[in-house]
């Protein structure tokens, strides 16, 4: 067998990234546009609609081996329910799904966040690039942990 | 945890890890068949054959998706292990899809522990049907008795899905009316049982005794394609549609033609990708050579004759 | 088969005849003059164009609006079809009502509130819930946890709504209350109370928003499917109209589709299209249209494009008038007054430099007042991060007191009625949203464009060329993508804290402690067995579960049970 690490397992594949809202709350504005705009950046993008539970999100994730689990609260509920995922993950002794944030959250819960594992917490009006580009650092962490000798 | 070691990854498949087979589905899910993804299929083989697997298809907007989380809720709530794989259409532009047709299957999903897979059909120059195969068999060598494949309801990959199922069921609805007409010469072949969705609806009850009409004219094999009415509101009908898949997936087992065929379909298909592979790398080579495709063209070429020379010279 | 042209589809093509004139002086100024300035000025050619994606010329004259306008679209202030305005005087002899609301965490907080507005002279009360009310989840249902009384109160039982309105008299008051999926519910709670205080049921008045369709559409805030959800709001259209004629049972809303992401012209063409079917499903249980239209009322959105707002709430009331009229056979001048309460655009508003939102609402509030709204609750400058502080409401109300007080544009009725650009721009709204009713009416009905996510996938499409348009600087924010402020940093949030959790938790416990189970038990049957047949109406079963303190969700998970539940359809 070939030593060194297999690229080509990655070579060419999209980005994958699961989209939630893991609260109660039917704001999806935003993350409907997020799911195109990831859509039209090349990801290949999961969105499981309203009202998923934190455990959906976790199971989904796993089942889907995604790169990126992105989070978005507008109900102000975000240090509960972020914090449930975060819980689950860890649980299942999951460290290779990057987790990223946003939403209405204030700067005073950011580095709670970030200590739970989510990163990037963009609030409205946050450019779209930058947030491709955050969750496009995160995943090739993700990938560079997952590679696999061939 | 991360999952490193092929070794590994390919008992956790046995055992029915779900992270193992979640990842080996990554693995597989390519473009070009890797190593690594051929050794898991020849590891795995011995473990495979056992479960029952089962094609939906049918037009989009029917209710596949929510038929498919009851289907799976019901069947895992008799004590059967159920995989779902659902194949999604992709944007052609910038080769990134959205896969939204868990939506409506999410919460019987995670409440009865089904395991479901999206795979996007990325516009893939090929790929795609040895990858929903390889799918198929990691989730079969991770125990599953029964897998679902649903399909977006056109395309090289339904026809594909066509192959690789033992069981086609086709949903249809009420109210399709030209759609019906158009789709029903093709279709009353391929389904080896119709189900009629949205029974609540004016219109269902004349759309199944149509295809029952249709299907009493078409030639009669050993199966005679079953008609089911269900209500995915109510659940009504869905006790008869498990039991005309089970009834269904019996004479499967039995009928070693079924199985020659499949197994002759998956040859030709991997026999396909091998050879594509085998010649991958210099016809990408080739083809990103801007220089040697204009010359190619400005001594106007044939196009037949400029494949056999590439083709004879790396051969 | 030759198939007959709808209602629809025959006035989308007349409008679009009406609207599309050559202009042939537009075309010789063009040629002769604007050209010849632009090439010497060198101006760059530029897309100009409002939320609703229609293009906007540089200058509008006589000839871009149909003669006869005056005649046969205006007519004159409370007078068909009501273009101009509903009554004769319009703000000269009654203002719109300034009316403002926001939630507050606790029933104790809420009931202080209250009591603290009509010491002040407020007898319309308003009240927001929180989101395990709205999609009806008790407080100790896990979902719950950490959002009890994070954007209004939390009800979960009798109980709590005794609290709320304990010591005031709902004899002398009247109740509007935003809430949809769970509104027959609610409205049980509000009877039971005044019954127990002894008030004769025809004094209790308010209003439930009860808007199902739109919560498909826009703010997604269901439990069951549509069907189920619209055949609850007949039951309780039917049982209000009999035994509590003050109490008004739908608010139809735009707003909701506005904040998802729709333009003007969808929020327009939506809302209305939404408007027909609840009076369509009043004639069908038999009611008089003049009866019973004039009872619904509308809640738009007034957002930040000044004369397309105008513009879409004159041609709102036109619609409104002609089809009422035309369609349904409304005979009375009554039936025919589209009568809306208005909110200025949350979605406007930044977190950014966020002085510029008082700004912001004003021009806002400006368009809605010069609209010809009835009444208007004005956004805090700080609601774009938090609930908002009461300076900021104090602002926002003073922002209204200055239109009305200080300003003019009161003194005469539609002052802006005649002009070239907002006549033209009336008629365009008024044309597309008939090109939306004859889509949809081709569709199969609204309930069926909204099953099949048809609207959901038009806002969607909205709000995402709208939000590249923002990330190219093709549309601007000011403090967001042009003239921001380097290092800005968000303001906290204001928090509430899980004492109001708790609190809830308790007062559940006590209830499931104090009741009588197999009363409940029994109610709940009985609920069970009225909601398993169509023709029964629910209305007093649910009344019955109320009082014996059932909870909300108890109730509500017996239509989880009979209805099902629903996923919305996939949007993008």
């Given at each position: 067998?070939?030593?060194?690490?297999?690229?080509?397992?990655?070579?060419?594949k999209?980005?994958?990234?699961?989209?939630?809202?893991?609260?109660?709350d039917?704001?999806d504005?935003?993350?409907?546009?997020?799911?195109?705009?990831?859509?039209d950046?090349?990801?290949?993008?999961?969105?499981?609609?309203?009202?998923?539970?934190?455990?959906?999100?976790?199971d989904?994730?796993?089942?889907?081996?995604?790169?990126?689990i992105?989070?978005?609260?507008?109900?102000?509920a975000?240090?509960?329910?972020?914090?449930?995922?975060?819980?689950?993950?860890?649980?299942?002794?999951?460290n290779?799904?990057?987790?990223?944030?946003?939403?209405?959250?204030?700067?005073?819960?950011?580095p709670k966040?970030?200590?739970?594992?989510?990163?990037?917490?963009?609030?409205?009006?946050?450019?779209?690039s930058?947030?491709?580009?955050h969750?496009?650092?995160?995943?090739?962490?993700?990938?560079?942990l997952?590679?696999?000798?061939? | 945890?991360?999952?490193?070691?092929?070794d590994?990854?390919?008992?956790?498949?046995?055992k029915?890890?779900?992270r193992?087979?979640?990842?080996?589905?990554?693995?597989?899910?390519?473009e070009?068949?890797?190593i690594n993804?051929?050794?898991?299929?020849?590891?795995?083989?011995?473990?495979?054959?056992?479960?029952?697997?089962?094609?939906?298809?049918?037009?989009?907007?029917?209710?596949?998706?929510?038929m498919i989380?009851?289907?799976?809720a019901?069947?895992?709530?008799?004590?059967?292990k159920?995989?779902?794989?659902?194949?999604?259409?992709?944007?052609?532009?910038?080769?990134?899809?959205?896969?939204?047709?868990?939506?409506r299957?999410?919460?019987s999903?995670?409440?009865?522990?089904?395991f479901?897979?999206?795979?996007?059909?990325?516009?893939?120059?090929?790929?795609?049907?040895?990858?929903?195969?390889?799918t198929?068999?990691?989730?079969?060598a991770?125990?599953?008795?029964?897998i679902?494949?649903?399909?977006?309801g056109?395309?090289?990959?339904?026809l594909d899905?066509?192959?690789?199922?033992?069981?086609i069921?086709?949903v249809?609805?009420p109210?399709?009316?030209?759609e019906?007409?158009?789709i029903?010469?093709?279709?009353?072949?391929?389904?080896?049982?119709?189900v009629?969705?949205?029974?609540?609806?004016?219109?269902?009850?004349?759309?199944?005794?149509?295809?029952?009409?249709?299907?009493?004219?078409s030639?009669?094999?050993?199966w005679?394609?079953?008609?089911?009415?269900?209500?995915?509101?109510?659940?009504?009908?869905?006790?008869d549609?498990?039991?005309e898949i089970?009834?269904?997936?019996?004479?499967?087992?039995k009928?070693?033609?079924?199985?020659?065929?499949?197994?002759?379909?998956e040859?030709e298909?991997?026999?396909?990708?091998e050879?594509?592979?085998?010649?991958?790398?210099?016809?990408?080579?080739?083809?990103s050579?801007?220089?040697?495709?204009?010359?190619?063209?400005?001594?106007?070429?044939?196009?037949?004759?400029a494949?056999?020379?590439?083709?004879?010279?790396?051969? | 088969?030759?198939?007959k042209?709808?209602?629809?589809?025959?006035?989308?093509?007349?409008?679009?005849?009406?609207?599309?004139?050559p202009?042939?002086?537009?075309?010789?100024?063009?040629?002769?003059?604007?050209?010849?300035?632009?090439?010497?000025?060198g101006?760059?050619?530029k897309e100009?164009?409002?939320?609703?994606?229609?293009?906007?010329?540089?200058?509008?004259?006589?000839?871009?609006?149909?003669?006869?306008?005056?005649?046969?679209?205006?007519?004159?202030?409370?007078?068909?079809?009501?273009t101009?305005?509903?009554?004769?005087?319009?703000?000269?002899g009654?203002?719109?009502?300034?009316?403002?609301?926001?939630?507050?965490?606790?029933?104790?907080?809420?009931?202080?509130?209250?009591?603290?507005?009509?010491?002040?002279?407020?007898?319309?009360?308003?009240?927001?819930?929180?989101?395990?009310t709205?999609?009806?989840y008790?407080?100790?249902?896990?979902?719950?946890d950490?959002?009890?009384?994070?954007?209004?109160?939390?009800?979960?039982?009798?109980?709590?709504?005794e609290?709320?309105?304990?010591?005031?008299?709902?004899?002398k008051?009247?109740?509007?209350?935003?809430?949809?999926?769970?509104?027959?519910?609610l409205?049980?709670?509000?009877?039971a109370?005044?019954?127990?205080?002894?008030v004769?049921?025809d004094?209790?008045?308010?209003?439930?928003?009860?808007?199902?369709?739109?919560?498909?559409?826009?703010q997604?805030?269901?439990?069951?499917?549509?069907?189920?959800?619209?055949?609850?709001?007949?039951?309780?259209?039917?049982?209000?109209?009999?035994n509590?004629?003050?109490w008004?049972?739908?608010?139809i809303?735009g707003?909701h589709?506005?904040?998802?992401?729709?333009?003007?012209?969808?929020?327009?063409?939506?809302?209305?299209?939404?408007g027909?079917?609840?009076v369509?499903?009043?004639m069908?249980?038999?009611?008089?249209?003049?009866?019973?239209a004039?009872?619904?009322?509308?809640?738009?959105?007034?957002?930040?494009?000044?004369?397309?707002?105008?513009?879409?709430?004159?041609a709102?009331?036109?619609?409104?008038?002609?089809?009422?009229?035309?369609?349904?056979?409304?005979?009375?001048?009554?039936t025919?007054?589209?009568?809306?309460?208005?909110?200025?655009s949350?979605?406007?508003?930044?977190?950014?430099?966020?002085?510029?939102?008082?700004?912001?609402?004003?021009?806002?509030?400006?368009?809605?007042?010069?609209?010809?709204?009835?009444?208007?609750h004005t956004?805090?400058?700080?609601?774009?991060?938090?609930?908002?502080?009461?300076?900021?409401?104090k602002?926002?109300?003073?922002t209204?007191?200055?239109?009305?007080?200080?300003?003019g544009?009161?003194?005469?009725?539609?002052?802006l009625?005649?002009?070239?650009y907002?006549?033209w721009?009336?008629?365009?709204?008024e044309?597309?949203?008939?090109?939306?009713?004859?889509q949809?009416?081709?569709?199969?009905?609204?309930?069926?464009?909204?099953?099949?996510?048809?609207?959901?996938?038009?806002?969607?499409?909205?709000?995402y060329?709208?939000?590249?348009?923002?990330?190219?600087?093709?549309?601007?924010?000011?403090?967001?993508?042009?003239?921001?402020?380097?290092?800005?940093?968000?303001?906290?949030i204001?928090?509430?804290?899980?004492?109001?959790?708790?609190?809830?938790?308790?007062?559940?416990?006590?209830?499931?402690?104090?009741?009588?189970?197999?009363?409940?038990?029994?109610?709940?049957?009985?609920?069970?067995?009225?909601?398993?047949?169509?023709?029964?109406?629910t209305?007093p079963?649910?009344?019955?579960?109320?009082?014996?303190?059932?909870?909300?969700?108890?109730?509500?998970?017996?239509g989880?049970?009979?209805?099902?539940?629903?996923k919305?359809?996939?949007i993008?």
């Amino acid at each position: 067998m070939e030593a060194g690490k297999n690229q080509s397992l990655f070579k060419g594949k999209p980005i994958k990234i699961l989209l939630a809202k893991p609260g109660i709350d039917g704001h999806d504005r935003g993350i409907l546009v997020l799911a195109k705009a990831f859509r039209d950046a090349g990801m290949e993008v999961i969105y499981v609609g309203l009202l998923p539970t934190p455990e959906e999100v976790v199971d989904t994730a796993v089942n889907e081996d995604v790169d990126v689990i992105a989070l978005s609260l507008l109900n102000g509920a975000h240090m509960t329910v972020f914090k449930k995922v975060a819980d689950l993950m860890k649980g299942r002794n999951i460290n290779d799904i990057a987790v990223v944030g946003g939403g209405t959250i204030p700067e005073g819960d950011k580095p709670k966040l970030e200590k739970m594992g989510i990163s990037g917490n963009y609030g409205p009006g946050t450019p779209i690039s930058k947030i491709v580009e955050h969750i496009t650092e995160r995943a090739a962490e993700m990938r560079k942990l997952k590679s696999m000798e061939e | 945890m991360i999952l490193l070691k092929l070794d590994e990854l390919i008992q956790g498949i046995i055992k029915g890890d779900r992270r193992s087979v979640s990842r080996a589905i990554s693995i597989v899910e390519n473009e070009q068949v890797s190593i690594n993804a051929k050794k898991i299929i020849k590891e795995i083989f011995t473990h495979t054959g056992r479960a029952h697997i089962v094609g939906i298809t049918g037009p989009p907007g029917i209710g596949k998706s929510t038929m498919i989380g009851n289907l799976a809720a019901m069947l895992s709530g008799s004590g059967r292990k159920v995989s779902v794989v659902a194949i999604d259409a992709s944007s052609p532009f910038s080769g990134g899809s959205l896969l939204g047709n868990r939506i409506r299957m999410q919460e019987s999903l995670t409440r009865h522990g089904v395991f479901m897979r999206s795979l996007a059909n990325r516009g893939m120059k090929g790929g795609l049907s040895r990858s929903i195969w390889d799918t198929v068999k990691i989730l079969d060598a991770s125990g599953s008795d029964i897998i679902i494949v649903e399909t977006v309801g056109a395309g090289q990959a339904d026809l594909d899905v066509v192959n690789l199922a033992e069981t086609i069921v086709m949903v249809l609805g009420p109210g399709l009316g030209d759609e019906i007409q158009a789709i029903k010469a093709g279709i009353m072949e391929i389904g080896s049982l119709f189900v009629i969705n949205k029974m609540d609806l004016p219109g269902a009850f004349i759309a199944q005794k149509d295809i029952e009409e249709t299907l009493a004219m078409s030639p009669k094999g050993e199966w005679k394609p079953p008609v089911v009415g269900v209500n995915s509101l109510t659940k009504e009908g869905y006790d008869d549609l498990i039991m005309e898949i089970d009834r269904h997936g019996k004479f499967v087992k039995k009928s070693s033609d079924i199985a020659f065929r499949k197994f002759r379909t998956e040859l030709e298909i991997t026999i396909d990708e091998e050879l594509r592979n085998r010649f991958y790398k210099e016809i990408r080579a080739f083809l990103s050579d801007n220089e040697k495709i204009r010359i190619l063209m400005e001594k106007r070429t044939d196009p037949y004759s400029a494949a056999e020379n590439l083709i004879n010279s790396i051969a | 088969m030759e198939k007959k042209d709808s209602y629809w589809s025959l006035k989308y093509r007349q409008l679009r005849e009406q609207n599309h004139s050559p202009n042939s002086e537009y075309g010789e100024w063009a040629d002769n003059t604007l050209t010849p300035w632009n090439r010497q000025t060198g101006f760059q050619e530029k897309e100009f164009t409002n939320s609703s994606n229609i293009p906007i010329k540089e200058v509008y004259n006589s000839k871009d609006i149909p003669e006869n306008t005056e005649k046969h679209l205006l007519g004159l202030p409370g007078r068909y079809p009501f273009t101009r305005g509903i009554y004769p005087n319009m703000y000269r002899g009654r203002l719109w009502t300034m009316r403002m609301f926001s939630g507050f965490g606790t029933p104790e907080d809420t009931n202080k509130r209250l009591k603290y507005l009509i010491k002040h002279g407020e007898s319309g009360l308003s009240i927001a819930f929180d989101m395990p009310t709205l999609y009806a989840y008790d407080c100790d249902n896990p979902r719950a946890d950490g959002e009890i009384g994070k954007c209004g109160v939390n009800v979960s039982s009798l109980k709590d709504m005794e609290v709320i309105f304990k010591g005031i008299d709902l004899s002398k008051v009247s109740t509007s209350m935003t809430i949809n999926a769970p509104a027959a519910i609610l409205t049980a709670m509000y009877i039971a109370i005044g019954k127990k205080q002894g008030v004769p049921l025809d004094q209790l008045a308010g209003t439930v928003q009860a808007d199902i369709l739109k919560e498909y559409i826009a703010q997604k805030e269901w439990i069951y499917p549509p069907e189920a959800h619209l055949r609850l709001i007949r039951d309780m259209m039917v049982y209000c109209t009999e035994n509590t004629p003050k109490w008004n049972y739908i608010s139809i809303s735009g707003y909701h589709i506005r904040e998802a992401g729709s333009s003007a012209a969808q929020e327009l063409a939506f809302t209305i299209a939404d408007g027909f079917y609840y009076v369509e499903m009043g004639m069908k249980a038999g009611l008089d249209v003049d009866d019973f239209a004039p009872r619904l009322s509308f809640f738009f959105n007034s957002s930040i494009n000044f004369f397309e707002e105008i513009a879409k709430l004159r041609a709102a009331r036109r619609i409104w008038a002609r089809v009422l009229k035309e369609k349904y056979g409304a005979k009375k001048d009554r039936t025919l007054l589209l009568r809306f309460h208005t909110q200025t655009s949350g979605y406007t508003l930044t977190w950014q430099q966020p002085l510029n939102n008082v700004i912001r609402t004003t021009i806002e509030a400006l368009a809605a007042v010069l609209g010809g709204t009835q009444s208007l609750h004005t956004n805090s400058y700080d609601e774009a991060w938090a609930l908002p502080s009461e300076e900021a409401v104090k602002i926002a109300l003073r922002t209204q007191q200055i239109i009305a007080e200080e300003t003019g544009v009161i003194d005469t009725a539609d002052p802006l009625g005649g002009s070239y650009y907002v006549e033209w721009l009336t008629n365009k709204m008024e044309e597309e949203a008939f090109r939306y009713f004859d889509q949809i009416d081709r569709m199969g009905g609204i309930l069926e464009a909204v099953k099949a996510g048809y609207l959901q996938k038009e806002i969607a499409a909205t709000s995402y060329r709208r939000q590249m348009r923002l990330e190219e600087g093709k549309e601007i924010m000011v403090g967001v993508n042009k003239h921001k402020e380097e290092g800005e940093q968000p303001i906290n949030i204001l928090k509430i804290s899980k004492k109001a959790q708790k609190n809830q938790l308790d007062r559940l416990n006590e209830v499931r402690g104090s009741r009588d189970e197999e009363q409940v038990r029994k109610a709940l049957e009985e609920l069970e067995t009225a909601m398993r047949k169509e023709d029964v109406n629910t209305m007093p079963f649910i009344l019955r579960a109320v009082e014996e303190y059932a909870t909300l969700e108890e109730i509500s998970n017996v239509g989880r049970k009979v209805f099902g539940s629903w996923k919305e359809p996939v949007i993008v």
